[in-house]
């Protein structure tokens, strides 16, 4: 093969490869029910996501889901989680658009003392609720202000960070996310909205290793829609609440790069304060891994035809 990519001093563009990686990782949400005479954990089975990304040139499609083998052994008595998760990152220039849809089904509740009314199926150390779901639909924008700082060598692969720097990057984080089940009495629908600022460097060691490293801090507001069913006979009860949120963010990586294959591992913080009056909490402070590999494959000239004309067309595109 020949290589065929560009580059300037700071990162190579990968742009005629068309590159596959495996991700692994326990971004797998849990949270807290605060009742007013009952207080308890709810847990999902498996906090294991394994994911296949296809990633070329100026945008990346992940799919995430629980495959059987990740299981717990123990799902006879904590039941059986099931999950999925679509993620569309797009790259124009200085800014980049991640579009994220995530669904778990089947929980299990830890920590309660009396049993709760409800389809619930009870085991003699857990309760299960296989029908309880959350849903989620998230966007987030970022804007780099150092050029120099590839956006793609962190979360794509689609370019290789040549050289050591950083960048101040803002970002707005928002959506929608609900947590339903027709076996209990409440729901919880809420939007959400929060603004970002925070610090990212890349750190590269020699001509295949570097260090990732970040931080942010924000606030935001939640906006919180509790419905609880009543008698068949009675109108479901609706309040609303808002939530102020603050939160800050850290990230830590290491990687290995090649012009074909690549891999790396990161550590992911997130500390979230709320001015909470929900009744459904989720754990304030968190932490999650990610390990990956991929490798760059000869791109079709279809896709390379295809994408230099949409290029062209690209309204951010440096003149």
Do not use: C
């Not at 295949?208 to 935001?220: C, K």
């Not at 309040?239 to 990230?251: D, K």
């Not at 590999?293 to 035809?305: C, H, I, L, M, N």
Request: charge should be neutral; charged fraction near 25%.
């Amino acid at each position: 093969m020949q290589e065929d990519f560009t580059s300037n001093s700071y990162f190579t563009k990968m742009n005629n490869t068309l590159n596959l990686r495996l991700d692994l990782d326990n971004d797998v949400r849990s949270f807290e029910y605060e009742g007013i005479d009952e207080n308890y954990s709810i847990e999902p089975n498996t906090n294991l996501r394994m994911g296949i990304a296809i990633n070329y040139r100026f945008i990346s499609l992940k799919i995430g889901f629980s495959p059987k083998f990740l299981e717990a052994d123990d799902s006879n008595l904590k039941g059986s989680t099931k999950i999925f998760k679509l993620s569309l990152n797009i790259f124009f220039k200085d800014l980049m658009q991640n579009f994220d849809f995530n669904k778990v089904k089947g929980y299990y509740v830890t920590g309660i003392n009396d049993p709760i009314p409800g389809n619930l199926e009870d085991t003699n150390e857990y309760l299960i609720l296989p029908d309880l779901k959350t849903l989620s639909f998230t966007g987030t924008t970022w804007y780099r202000f150092n050029e120099n700082y590839s956006f793609k060598a962190v979360i794509n692969q689609n370019e290789i960070q040549t050289k050591s720097t950083g960048s101040f990057i803002p970002s707005l984080y928002y959506g929608y996310f609900e947590i339903t089940d027709q076996s209990t009495p409440e729901d919880i629908k809420s939007f959400f909205v929060l603004l970002n600022a925070g610090y990212y460097h890349t750190f590269v060691f020699s001509k295949n290793w570097y260090s990732n490293l970040g931080l942010s801090t924000g606030m935001g507001v939640e906006f919180n829609k509790l419905i609880t069913r009543s008698d068949e006979n009675l109108k479901d009860i609706i309040s609303y609440h808002n939530n102020l949120a603050l939160n800050i963010s850290t990230q830590i990586g290491l990687g290995f790069n090649s012009t074909r294959f690549y891999g790396g591992t990161s550590l992911n913080g997130s500390a979230m304060n709320r001015d909470e009056k929900s009744v459904i909490k989720f754990n304030s402070v968190r932490g999650y891994f990610k390990v990956y590999v991929g490798y760059r494959f000869d791109a079709p000239k279809s896709f390379e035809k295809g994408m230099d004309w949409i290029e062209d067309k690209n309204p951010f595109k440096k003149k």
